[in-house]
């Protein structure tokens, strides 16, 4: 009788470190595509503005105009390339909860801008104060801005106690090649309780 030895044959420990080397070529493959990408998202993101953020931004403000309390004076101040009312917003420092400002939507030179300050709720006996202004997003040609009106037609103007059924906005941007960002569309009365 042959007894057998304990162990592993030279023909079994091959297979096993071929397994092993093919287990390594495909992570490093692995490992180096993901290096690749990320390399190259970072190269695609480099300098440019979170636009997701912008539309964030844009959407809150529109989506959160206040209604009018006085009837004969508008409670929005819309034209075809800025739009100014009161709104909620969560503000730098106040926390969760939304305060209540004065906010406007315009381009100012490149740039497109965010103008607010808190609205005051009151009648002020001086002049109010100079709004803060917040930059969303740089080399900006145009906003272009759009209400709904009823029976169905968008105007280019808005004075009105009631905010629109919906608000298109509309970023142009500037250059050679610019990027394209499709047109965003709010509805101020959904967030009415």
Partial sequence: MTRREAGFTLLEIIVALAVF??????????????????????????????????????????ENLVPGEDPARPSIDGSANSLTG???????????????VQAGLAVSGTRLVLRWRLDPHSVAFGPPPKPAETDLVDGVARLA??????????????????????????VVFAGA?????PDIVVAPMLSRP
Avoid: C
């Fill in 86 to 100: 009161v709104t909620r917003m969560r503000l730098p420092g106040s926390g969760l909860r939304p305060e209540r």
């Fill in 21 to 62: 080397g093919f287990l390594l070529v495909g992570l490093s493959q692995t490992v180096r595509f993901g290096l690749t990408a990320w390399r190259q998202d970072a190269r695609m993101s480099d300098g440019k503005t979170d636009l997701e953020a912008v539309d964030r931004v844009m959407r809150t403000v529109v």
């Fill in 145 to 170: 801005i759009e209400y709904w009106r009823r029976p169905g037609m968008w105007v280019s103007q808005w004075h009105e106690p009631d905010p629109p059924l919906l608000v298109r906005l509309r």
């Fill in 177 to 181: 090649k610019p990027p394209r960002w």
